[in-house]
């Protein structure tokens, strides 16, 4: 579904939630790589080679990009879940409006919205919080102490590599539960009427 912006001339368009899931996985991958590990800290004399990119600029800015890159791609790989699953169930046209403002929804925050209201939507055990209290807990905790910093003018600082691997894991937890009520693989090969 593409948008215009004739102010500013661009066209927007979806990202395939597909390529998200992609590079969450090659980053992922990357941060138990040691070698790609022991490339941070060596200051703007060494350039980083990420699986995407090389990056000449200070390490705090480059794990801010990749831990908001993550971010983006996991609200934006829920609500594609959310619309997938909703349009095999045929109940897509009355919920629509609500994916494209999940704030709608009624809940305080980001979090109440996304995780738990907009996946029920689909059906209440999806909810994180059906799904488990405690990582609905600790996505609370994220939010408020990690993603919300991060896009509202705060960058990592300190050069925390290690740290970025934790919140990759915990980002890994939330795409178990993603999986527990979406199958991607449904999406590349649906089932036959």
Request: hydrophobic share 40%; aromatic share 14%; proline share 4%.
């Given at each position: 579904?593409?948008?215009?912006?004739?102010?500013?001339?661009?066209?927007?368009?979806?990202?395939?939630?597909?390529?998200l899931r992609?590079?969450?996985?090659?980053?992922?991958?990357?941060?138990?790589?040691?070698?790609?590990?022991s490339?941070?800290?060596?200051?703007?004399?060494?350039?980083?080679?990420?699986?995407?990119?090389?990056?000449?600029?200070m390490?705090?800015?480059?794990?801010?990009?990749?831990?908001q890159r993550?971010?983006?791609?996991?609200?934006?790989?829920?609500?594609?879940?959310?619309?997938?699953?909703?349009?095999?169930?045929?109940?897509?046209?009355?919920n629509?409006?609500?994916l494209?403002?999940?704030?709608?929804?009624?809940?305080r925050?980001?979090?109440?919205?996304?995780y738990?209201?907009?996946?029920?939507?689909?059906?209440?055990k999806?909810?994180l919080k059906?799904?488990?209290?405690?990582?609905?807990?600790k996505?609370?905790?994220?939010?408020?102490?990690?993603r919300?910093?991060?896009?509202?003018?705060?960058n990592?600082s300190?050069?925390?590599?290690?740290?970025?691997?934790?919140?990759f894991?915990?980002?890994a937890?939330v795409?178990?539960?993603?999986d527990?009520?979406?199958?991607?693989?449904?999406?590349f090969?649906?089932?036959?009427?």
């Amino acid at each position: 579904m593409q948008k215009r912006s004739e102010a500013f001339g661009l066209t927007l368009d979806n990202i395939p939630i597909i390529n998200l899931r992609n590079e969450f996985a090659r980053y992922y991958n990357a941060l138990k790589d040691d070698r790609f590990l022991s490339q941070f800290g060596g200051g703007l004399d060494r350039p980083i080679k990420t699986p995407y990119m090389i990056w000449y600029g200070m390490d705090d800015d480059l794990i801010t990009i990749i831990l908001q890159r993550a971010i983006l791609g996991i609200e934006s790989y829920l609500s594609g879940a959310v619309y997938f699953e909703l349009g095999m169930k045929s109940q897509l046209k009355n919920n629509i409006h609500l994916l494209k403002n999940p704030f709608d929804l009624g809940g305080r925050g980001t979090v109440e919205n996304f995780y738990h209201r907009l996946p029920a939507l689909v059906d209440e055990k999806n909810s994180l919080k059906s799904f488990s209290q405690d990582l609905f807990q600790k996505t609370v905790l994220f939010y408020k102490e990690v993603r919300n910093p991060v896009f509202h003018g705060h960058n990592i600082s300190g050069g925390n590599i290690r740290g970025l691997r934790r919140v990759f894991d915990f980002l890994a937890e939330v795409y178990a539960w993603i999986d527990s009520w979406h199958n991607l693989s449904e999406i590349f090969s649906p089932k036959k009427p």
